[in-house]
């Protein structure tokens, strides 16, 4: 391939990893927009969605890649897969934030923060000791279809992720902005304590936003099944800090932050193994991280302030 | 004469019965520990002493122990980071990373570099040694473990304020992910860097440690005594430390950085301090670690591990230095002892009745999932731990708590000696503010404003709310930076200083919504006022040399002096957790934490908001005898009848802007003092309905 396809190769691949990401992103950001809590049991509520996903996929008597569907088959067995997974991730969030995290709620410090990490290990170690360590085969029924784009490869099901994606993501936009519910929602990220008095049911738009942050976290698991064809116990923790990179980088409590940040990230993803090497990509992507949130602690868009105690 | 009469009074009023209680009192110092606690100590190191006899020598169950004993340590370290100092670290693990590999480099055969004449007083030190080999010697680094254990200690702890330096500005959760984040880099450059590291293989033939030439070889009895002496070496810091100027400052900053910043506690040096003891702690370790284990990968230092210490100390108490040692000691003997056996007898007990999946159950590799669980619980459940860090008071006697109250000699008191120290005989104003301009975004805050406090005086500062009040006390202690104009204090321009140097230069403040240390005892809460008057450092807290000592006794001393201006208020709550006293004893209790700073000008922030009107009586009689022992007040406060019986001088703001200046009665005949706090009409109309209400 010559360098300009290479890279072109590159972009078209970290708009997808960037489509995975800003999904996760949003996951972080909208919990944390509200109740100013890192969720750290976020990395696995993806983790099981992807094993969820997948079984929802092999009921359809799906296993591996090689059946395939087309037509409205594979358009109605992808639709009951993304809602069936999103809907089971999106109340496992709101069981984690009723039964864990609702006892510990304005409880300053990080107290909420240590319990997020402690979930997320109970989570990890479920599915470690049920399913166990292996990696597993994704059911997938695309076809292998794919274009010639000036010598890069772009495939079907990488345009079937930017779409499901862009949809996601344009949903949540005009929840949040058109909204009576998506209205509590901003007004309770301004001010929690004022938004109660004004008669918004706070504990509502807080399970709204633990919901519809999984849900999205389930959605970015099965783009991730359908994307590499595998998962495994371990897929949380390096997407995680992936998407939380994004969201910092976007600017924590961002919804549009969390989106932009997410395509970054997955491109610099791409092309930083590109032209460094992918061995270090981990080092760059901890290192964006932390110079983000050391030099530019708002982000591109955000109106946190991590810096106030 | 007077004055004599008045000290003693004081003293049979207080009665030496409360100052009896005091003693007993728990402490946070110099108080000798109780006889009993020695001896449980002298106990728990018998029993670590003879362990190895106990379980008959089984090497690989006292090699447990002494792996326990390293986690032990690592929790230790991280307690002073965590639970002293209040900052979450979740890349702990780098620290003995650093530590682990700095003896793994210099005590192994990883780095040969070509012998030269260089190297002969290295050989000479017995540092390296001449390798013969064909087409050339070699240099091996042979390092000795003991000169290691200190040396990868300074190492990590200047990789620890190397990492912390930058991230201090930080608020918790978000230093949380930048330390995780340095974390993840640390091991990740370990397996990228195989000329130093050998990369994912690790470092093989680390050198056993040698003790008067004999080596320790492989069997796990010496590295238990060694880690034994490590955690008892640990155990002392900590304690000390704890119980030191410098663990105050620490807790001071856990509880409210804002607070500990106003009462002279430099945020940057004593949260860098943290980061390094903690990280010489873990890098001490790691040489002890891969010492014992001959070998070092850069899986022995991930997340997990990080996660695990957090456990340790999550479990055994945040904060509470045998109870991170008891939680270490606790998980690991789980992990490798009880696990195991209990998944045998599991087995055992699934071939009995014919159970398939229980002969197939693997505790031990379920830890993980009980480490989640521990947090979640003790987080849910237990936040304290499982041995509480502070120990919890006994309750006042319903007698104590409806005594009568007894005030302390009318004013004049005779003087404090924290008021005597650093009295101000400059003829310049005591403080000066000039056309300060203080902007917050679009929103003008103060502009302008210009206020002069002569030495002696009391100044009230007035206003409707919103006008600018708070913010002109933050400005002037260096909380909020001003856009322009100057502040000069007992003659030196002080509008640039960070808080803690200006309380230094003797200005001490008030909040208005109260800022103490919420969950340490009222005494805790004063001596930390008096930090920045205090000199002990952290070798002074290990050492407790005599001067150290008199020192704090002396604070000591002088903290429950300025108690007794409030009577009985406070002492017999001396030792009470602040969140636990009643408002008005909070807002006393902050006055006086403001005076043990030995302070010039006392700046107070409504100091009788949400008394009852004897209270704010009582407090403004208090506040009276301060003025009268020289003390230089200025008081922001709404409530009319104290600002008439108390200040010389009242300055009122509106909008941001002084509208007015002089004595109160003519202050509060000002029309245009009227109409800021009453509306227009309300001036226009009868001014005389006006200075009523006002009044």
Known sequence: MAWEAVYLQQVINGLSLGAMYALLALGFTLVYGILELINFAHFNVFMISSFIGMAVLQLFGLSGQSHV?????????????????????????????????????????????????????????????????????????????????????LELRELLIWAVALVLMLGLHFFVSRTRLGKAMRAT????????????DVDRVIITAFFLGSALAGAAALIFGLYYNYTSF???????????????????????????????????????????????TDVIIFSILVLVLVFAPSGLMGRANPTKS | MAEHDTAALRRNTIGSEVFAYLRRASPIAWVSQPPQSRGL???????????????????????????????????????????????????????????????????????MPDWSAFWEPFQWLHLVARVHQDGGDLVRFTVSFWLMLPISAVLAAFFGVLFGAPTLRLKGDYLAIVTLGFGEIVPIVARNWPSVTNGAMGLNGVAAPQLFGHSFGIGAQPYYFVGVALVAVLIFTSTRLKLSRVGRAWMAIREDEIAASAMGVNLVNYKLLAFAIGAAFAGATGTFYVAKLQTATPEMFMFPVSVMLLVMVVFGGIGSVWG???????????????????????????????????????????????????????????????IPASRRVQALTLQQQTAQVELTAPPPMDKLRVLSDLAYHGTEPLLDIKGLTVRFGGLVALREVSLTVPAGSVIAVIGPNGSGKSTLFNAVTGLVTPESGSVSFAGYPIERLPPHVVLGRGMARTFQNIRLFPNLTVLENVMIGMHARLHTGPTGALFRLPGTQREEAEARERCFEILTVFGNRLIPRADHVVSSLSYANRRRVEIARALASSPKLLLLDEPT???????????ATQIKGLHNQGLTIVLIEHKLDVVVSLADNVAVLDHGEKIAEGPPDVVRRNEEVIRAYLGRSAALGSAPKGSAALA
């Open chain 2, 41 to 111: 100590i002298a106990l728990v190191a018998l029993v670590a002493l003879v362990f190895p006899l106990i379980i008959d020598g089984n090497d690989a169950d006292i090699d447990s122990a002494a792996n326990a004993l390293a986690f032990a340590s690592l929790a230790l370290g991280l307690n002073i980071v965590v639970g002293f100092a209040g900052l979450l670290d979740l890349g702990y693990a780098a620290f003995f990373a650093i530590g682990a590999y700095s003896y793994g480099f210099f005590a192994s055969a990883q780095f």
């Open chain 1, 234 to 280: 371990i897929i949380g923790y390096t997407a995680g800090l992936r998407a939380f990179t994004a969201a910092v980088l976007g600017g924590i409590g961002s919804v549009t932050g969390a989106m932009i940040g997410g395509v970054l990230i997955g491109l610099i993803e791409a092309l930083g193994g590109q032209v460094i090497a992918v061995r270090w």
């Open chain 2, 324 to 386: 991170v040692v008891v939680g270490a000691i606790i998980l690991q003997i789980l992990q490798s002892w009880f696990l195991e056996d209990l998944s045998q007898w599991l087995h055992a007990l699934g071939r009995l009745i014919h159970v398939e999946w229980l002969q197939r159950i693997e505790l031990a590799s379920s830890i993980e999932l009980i480490f989640g669980v521990i947090l979640v619980f003790m987080m849910l459940y237990r936040r304290q731990g499982l």
């Open chain 1, 189 to 200: 990220a301004q001010d929690a304590e004022a938004a109660r008095m004004m008669g918004v």
């Open chain 2, 609 to 619: 908001a949400g008394m009852n009107p004897a209270e704010t009586l009582e407090l």
């Open chain 1, 69 to 153: 569907l087309g037509g409205f088959a594979l358009v109605g067995v992808l639709i009951v897969a993304f809602v069936a997974t999103m809907l089971a991730a999106g109340l496992l969030g709101v069981g984690i934030e009723r039964f864990a995290l609702r006892p510990l709620r304005g409880i300053p410090g990080t107290v909420g923060m240590i319990t997020t990490i402690g979930i997320s290990y109970i989570l990890f170690n479920i599915i470690l000791l049920t399913v166990g360590a292996g990696s597993f085969n994704y059911p997938n029924p695309m076809p292998r279809i794919e274009w010639d784009v000036a010598g890069a490869r």
